[in-house]
């Protein structure tokens, strides 16, 4: 089976940290995303990445960054965290092909800034 | 640009059946997706239509009409073990091409 890693699956910051946050796939997927779940949003896009050192933005990249160095691994940075960045954060990744895979979710961080 | 609708709640009953309905405006729409998300975990796969009509997999089936833009998931023989959230996920084009819907949270009542 698919593994989708997520480092924590709590985390309690401070405003202004910089907090990095980490996953890793274990089946060789191209693509690898970072979503935040809030409720009554729904599942919004931070980033997203197609290839190793390759990221595009997604529907809300403001106060974020992320870095993919490894084909595995896709990590999430917040620069400098603030209260509105308290959420649950899914990474997720799947295949190039077939084109219509679905995505395989890492079980999530909930983190809370205080 | 895309919108996908769904209900925010519902409550059904114990071993009753329930429809979710999903009604979606994409561009380049290849298929869509059905999701459960149970509180606090991580999405789990339930189904993908790509062709019009119904797909069942056991206690649960799915209905696409490209057509009408519309899918719903049909949930039979419902269980207190359904109480979730089910997101209504739709497949553009593009590389970054799945777009979610809110989510429609399912209380199961005995």
Known sequence: DVKVTQSSRYLVK???????????????????FWYRQDPGLGLRLIYFSYDVKMKEKGDIPEGYSVSREKKERFSLILESASTN?????????????????????????????L | GQNIDQPTEM????????????????????????????????PTFLSYNVLDGLEEKGRFS????????????????LQMKDSASYLCACEGSGANNLFFGTGTRLTVIP
């Not at chain 1, 401070?14 to 997927?29: A, N, P, S, Y």
């Not at chain 1, 308290?86 to 983190?111: D, H, I, V």
């Open chain 1, 14 to 32: 401070r405003t202004g940290e910089k907090v990095f946050l980490e996953c890793v796939q274990d089946m060789d997927h191209e693509n690898m």
């Open chain 1, 85 to 113: 960045q308290t959420s649950m954060y899914l990474c997720a990744s799947r295949p190039t092909e077939p084109t219509n895979e679905k995505l395989f979710f890492g079980s999530g961080t909930q983190l809370s800034v």
């Open chain 2, 11 to 42: 409550t059904a009953t114990e071993g009753a059946i329930v429809q979710i309905n999903c009604t979606y405006q994409t561009s380049g729409f290849n298929g869509l997706f059905w999701y459960q998300q149970h509180a606090g975990e991580a």
């Open chain 2, 62 to 77: 799915s209905f696409l009409s490209r057509s009408k833009g519309y899918s719903y998931l049909l949930l039979k023989e």
